[in-house]
């Protein structure tokens, strides 16, 4: 199953999935760092003043370097975790090690449920290996949003 997409071996499907993570989580958390340090000046601070950012960044504070490891397996926090934690300057020591995990879970995620996937699609795996990445990724999906709903109850009480 996990032989080859299009040519390419899975350990190579890895490693291209890992490099992009690891440098979009990077570029979002400079990002944050960038907007922070212009302060008022800059066009898009109010961005960082958002209800999602503001939940982000709470998230952020309260856990560390573990939520950013986890939000790579979230869906729609992800950028919003990575640019609180640079709008929050969290020092590269503790950044570096959590977005590293962060793609590499984001990585295997997609190697080993998107490959079933891609897979399934083009039918050459069996049906029964859809219906557990599908289930894989709907689980993750419900997770999230619980989490995020259950976050976001908690932010607005006292």
């Given at each position: 199953m996990l032989e080859m997409v299009q040519g390419w071996p899975a350990?190579?499907?890895f490693a291209f999935l890992f490099f992009v993570a690891f440098l979009r989580g990077n570029g979002t958390?400079?990002?944050?760092r960038v907007i922070r340090a212009g302060g008022a000046r800059s066009r898009f601070a109010g961005m960082l003043e958002r209800p999602g950012m503001q939940r982000a960044e709470h998230w952020v504070r309260a856990v560390g370097p573990p939520v950013?490891?986890?939000g790579f397996l979230t869906v729609g926090v992800q950028s919003a975790?990575?640019?609180?934690?640079?709008a929050l300057r969290m020092p590269q020591r503790r950044w570096l090690p959590a977005?590293?995990?962060?793609?590499?879970?984001w990585?295997?995620?997609y190697t080993t449920v998107g490959l079933a996937f891609v897979g399934a699609l083009l039918g050459r795996i069996e049906w029964w290996w859809a219906a557990l990445a599908a289930s894989a990724v709907g689980t993750v999906v419900v997770l999230s949003a619980r989490l995020r709903r259950r976050n976001s109850v908690e932010l607005v009480e006292p």
């Open positions: 350990w190579g499907v958390y400079w990002i944050g950013v490891a986890l975790i990575n640019l609180s934690a640079g977005v590293a995990a962060g793609a590499l879970l990585s295997v995620l």
